[in-house]
């Protein structure tokens, strides 16, 4: 150790994502890899155009800090169009690097040390690591049931004095459910005459199927007035390495947000974010993913309908539970595990985002590939006995 007093580390206990552990071991065992949420077919031709056109033309320096206008234009647009909300794109849209960037910079803007944070699991695994990291502290409530459903008195006994922020995710990773109506109305109840900030998570908020409705914070007074909403392009246009997405929020809270984000970052790409100002003026570009997605969601549980892999189809997002208590009793990382070196298919196991663990015999799934890569991937769960 070249240090005379080693240091304390901020997030002592923090193990590596399991996202990283799942690919690292897929590339190893030559796996399908089913785990990490991303496409794995192509981004559209013509953005990729726009983006190089960009370039071309010379949007190759430094964006402004809060993002290019004409893209925050279209964003309000988006959003008015959708759920009937208008934002002034001059003080409450920042442009982010993804919706991670987003998720870090509300909680460092608004979480002290001590402040309490009500997060419901399973959870994105960044939420908790940035809760501690700015000296909060994560109050976890467990989704019940197969519907992950909230339990809201539980959620009112939780509130306390030192509670500074709830964070929700919807449609929710990894389960594929949805906040409904109620659930955000019963929401909009409890943080009436309080102080509480509501950071939304809507990444998947165009990936919606079977005539379900998205429900977003934005069209529900009480909870816009107090809330942060994160999207990302990245999830909705099959291009999360580009890493790019964006926050609204009440120009009150947008302040502090954008004081974070450029000591952080300061400005995100600038060629892609004139692409993205184009792209959007097609809003059939964002509309039909539901239905393309959906198409997949189908065509992979059709595929798999004859093996002892079962699960209700996913409402949103796109990935897919499955339960496998038919085949194993083994706990659900052991069985990943053994899925990819024994059979060469790599999954997430959803116990990792639970309260201690807790293994309900299930595994998540990402469907955002191709026929060809899904075809494959029913081929291997169907053998499994």
Known sequence: MYLSNPFESKLQGEKASIFSIMSQMAGKHNALDLSQGFPNFKTDDHLKELVTKAMKTGHNQYAPMAGVLELRHEIVKKIEALYGKKYDGNTEVTVTHGATQTIYSAITAFVHKGDEVI???????????????????????????????????????????????IIINTPHNPSGTLLSESDMKKLESLLKNTDIILLSDEVYEHLIFDDNKHHSAVSFPGLAERAVVCASFGKTFHNTGWKTGYCVAPEELMREIRKVHQLTVFCVNHPMQQAYAEYLKIPENY??????????????????????????????????????????????????????????????????????????????????KTDETLVKAAEILNKIQ
């Open 287 to 368: 509309l039909n993913l539901g239905k393309f997605y959906q198409q997949k969601r189908d065509r992979f549980l059709e595929l798999i309908e004859g093996s002892k892999f079962k699960g209700k189809a996913s409402a949103g997002t796109y990935f897919q539970l499955l339960d496998y208590s038919d085949i194993t009793g083994e706990n659900d990382v052991e069985f990943s595990h053994r899925l990819i070196k024994q059979y060469k298919i790599a999954t997430i196991p959803v116990s990792v985002f639970n309260i201690d663990n807790k293994d309900n015999k299930q595994l998540r799934f990402c469907f955002a």
């Open 119 to 165: 997060v419901f699991k399973p959870a994105y695994d960044t939420y908790e690591p940035s809760i501690k990291l700015n000296g909060g502290i994560p109050v976890l409530i467990q989704l019940k049931g197969i519907d992950f459903s909230i339990d809201w008195q539980e959620v009112e006994e939780k509130i306390t004095s030192k509670t500074r922020m």
